[in-house]
């Protein structure tokens, strides 16, 4: 509620004290002094004013009066009988001025004030009055009656200020401990607060505008210190109340105690010391912070934040930049799943409903680059984004960033006014050491190489499992000059002779000369167009598909061995199962189909039961072909030599590879 507003009421307060500071004057009895202030109040208002305690009178050249158990009557709609309630009310005035007709308020003290500013379900507030002569009148000077009030200092001791709202019936306390104002010059005044609101305690002193700069919209100077929230405040400039009235602020705040901060932000981790530095200007819905500086933590932003509160949402528009932003704090360990499984109902991709409420809350642009981004275990550098976002439309474009050594250029959508949610992200990242990013996201350590990545993906839903079992699209990876340990390679080259007669399994890493893939995402679905896996012991093909949203794997990896073993592995595996639990097994037909063969052979030598294992090995490098063929793995490759055709593109560059 205004400033303004809050003036009308004490302007009618005032019209009722000058009646019996008159009425002292004139040597009018106590019950002539309750009579013509209901009297007077009710005219202005049309509501009682009650004093049921005892009037005190005390004559001077400064006359004071008390009163005490004052209640002023509520709207007849109101959610209590009185708006306002004193403990009591101490008034002293100047004598000589209030002969001549003028009203000098040298000081006024509320003890225990309970006031109750509260609209109905229509919007009308309790500050409304019927009677016409509650129009007030907030100039310079606030009056009534025809007379000119001067107001000297004001003094409030454990006042309560309570708005309700009754569309909502929400409702906001301001508890005042102390309040202190004292004119300081002709338009200033000075100021004590120690009070709390909605439990975040506020303590503040300093100087502000005098009343009639208060009440008419006029700027005024601000010099004010003091801790709200447990933050450490400074103001210096000039602002005024109204919404259109012209700021000029420096603004200072600094906290590294964030347990009363947290009471109005929720939970708060531990992300060290707040410094912020701001230079305040426009008005109250056109505020522009230049130049901004900010340090939290580690973390530091400067530039330039404009923000807008004229609209359907506040909007947030301007350039940052950082030297380092440092997210660590605010990512929480994840604990270990149980089983592999990253939810409950034992899968991987969870289900919980996105919570993306924020978005429709506000709309932006903002241009941002840090030179350096931290997470738990990673830095990100260079990074550039465009931030735009429109009613719950929430768009990065561009997005680029150096990380794990790859550069990374993206956009991505998240479309939280769609029903269900839209999602998008296409993209490249080159270069990306895949290493020590499966190593540090701790998938495995067990794999080192570069690579590419490009993505295209589209979904739909409400929750990550539902956007995950809509995706449309496609991912791509290339990999090259990387190792990767013989565990991997166990089951599709290990010569099984020497492992199992003389024990010698050679090196432990193998040279991975790429890995290649293509997968055409369809419905959630993700089928392999190309997936490739080169190393300089074995080539491996893999076909088959990983449905995302079942959670489940249908894939086939078939080693084509280089090595010249009499006896080698190379009988086809299956991938099958659930993301958290998949299995893996030598595919029992092609094994049967082996070892009917080893029967025959067995009757001869019993060498022949290894027939399931043979390979005649391979020493052709498929990586260049594999890597050409992404664009389009039905392209034809030319016809073959001999009157004959072998199949192209990357269908006949794997049967080939597997001697079909």
């Not at 500013?117 to 025809?146: C, I, M, V």
């Not at 973390?299 to 440092?326: E, K, M």
Request: one cysteine or more; charged letters at 20%.
């Amino acid at each position: 509620m205004r400033l303004k507003t809050i003036a009308k009421i004490v302007g009618v307060g005032l019209v009722a004290i000058v009646v019996a500071l008159a009425a002292v004057v004139y040597s009018v009895d106590e019950e002539d002094i309750r009579r013509q202030i209901a009297q007077q109040v009710e005219a202005a208002t049309g509501r009682s004013l009650t004093i049921a305690g005892d009037i005190g009178v005390g004559l001077s050249m400064t006359p004071v009066l008390t009163a005490k158990d004052v209640r002023f009557a509520n709207a007849d709609w109101g959610s209590r009988t009185n708006m306002a309630s004193i403990a009591e009310l101490r008034v002293s005035a100047a004598l000589l001025p209030l002969i001549e007709g003028r009203v000098e308020i040298r000081e006024l003290d509320l003890v225990r004030p309970d006031i109750l500013l509260e609209t109905n379900a229509q919007g009308r507030g309790n500050w409304q009055f019927n009677a016409p002569g509650a129009s007030g009148s907030p100039s310079g000077r606030t009056g009534g009656g025809g007379r000119a009030i001067d107001l000297g200092e004001i003094g409030i001791e454990g006042g309560t200020l309570t708005y309700r709202d009754g569309r909502t019936g929400a409702a906001q306390v301001l508890e005042l401990a102390t309040l202190t104002v004292k004119p300081s010059g002709a338009t200033t005044n000075d100021i004590v607060l120690d009070a709390t609101y909605q439990g975040i305690e506020a303590k503040l002193s300093g100087t502000v505008g005098g009343l009639s700069a208060l009440t008419s919209g006029q700027s005024f100077p601000v010099d004010v210190t003091g801790r709200i929230a447990g933050v450490d405040i400074a103001l210096k400039g000039t602002a005024g109340v109204a919404v259109e009235s012209p700021l000029n602020l420096s603004v200072t705040a600094k906290t590294s105690d964030y347990e009363q901060l947290a009471r109005l932000t929720g939970p708060l981790p531990d992300i060290g010391a707040l410094d912020l530095q701001a230079q305040m200007s426009g008005t109250r819905q056109k505020l522009r912070l230049e130049p901004l500086a900010l340090r939290l933590g580690d973390s530091d932003i400067a530039g330039t934040l404009s923000i807008a509160t004229n609209g359907p949402r506040p909007v947030l528009s301007g350039t940052l930049t950082s030297d380092r932003l440092d997210f660590a704090p605010l990512l929480k360990e994840e604990p270990a799943a149980s089983g592999g499984s990253g939810s409950a109902d034992g899968r991987v991709i969870p289900a919980e409903s996105l919570d993306l409420a924020v978005l429709k809350t506000l709309d932006a642009d903002i241009a941002y680059q840090a030179a350096r981004v931290s997470l738990r275990q990673e830095e990100m550098t260079d990074v550039s984004a465009r931030l735009s976002l429109k009613n719950g439309d929430l768009r990065l474009d561009p997005l680029t960033l150096t990380s794990f050594g790859g550069m990374a250029s993206h956009a991505i959508r998240v479309n939280a006014a769609a029903s269900p949610v839209q999602i998008s992200v296409k993209g490249s990242t080159e270069g990306l050491d895949l290493g020590r990013l499966l190593k540090e996201t701790g998938a495995t350590d067990q794999v080192s190489g570069t690579g590419d990545i490009a993505l295209d993906l589209t979904g739909r839903g409400d929750t990550p499992r539902a956007i995950a079992g809509s995706l449309e699209g496609q991912i791509r990876t290339v990999m090259r000059d990387g190792t990767i340990h013989n565990r991997y390679l166990e089951l599709l080259a290990t010569d099984l002779v020497a492992n199992l007669l003389t024990g010698q399994g050679g090196a432990d890493r193998a040279n991975l000369n790429c890995f290649v893939s293509r997968f055409d995402v369809s419905r959630g679905v993700a089928r392999s167009r190309v997936m490739l896996v080169d190393t300089n012991r074995v080539t491996v093909v893999g076909t088959g598909t990983a449905d995302l949203g079942r959670e489940q794997l249908d894939l086939t990896l078939t080693p084509a061995p280089k090595d010249a073993s009499l006896v080698s592995l190379a009988t086809p595996i299956l991938v099958r199962g659930s993301f958290s639990k998949p299995s893996v097994a030598l595919d029992p037909t092609a094994l049967a189909t082996g070892v009917a063969g080893a029967i025959a052979g067995g009757m001869v030598n019993p060498l022949g039961l290894l027939v399931p294992f043979l390979s005649g090995g391979s020493n052709d490098s498929p990586c260049t072909k594999a890597i050409a063929g992404l664009d389009n793995p039905d392209a034809p490759a030319g016809s073959g030599s001999g009157g004959g055709s072998q199949p192209g593109g990357i269908p006949g560059l794997f049967q080939n590879l597997l001697g079909r």
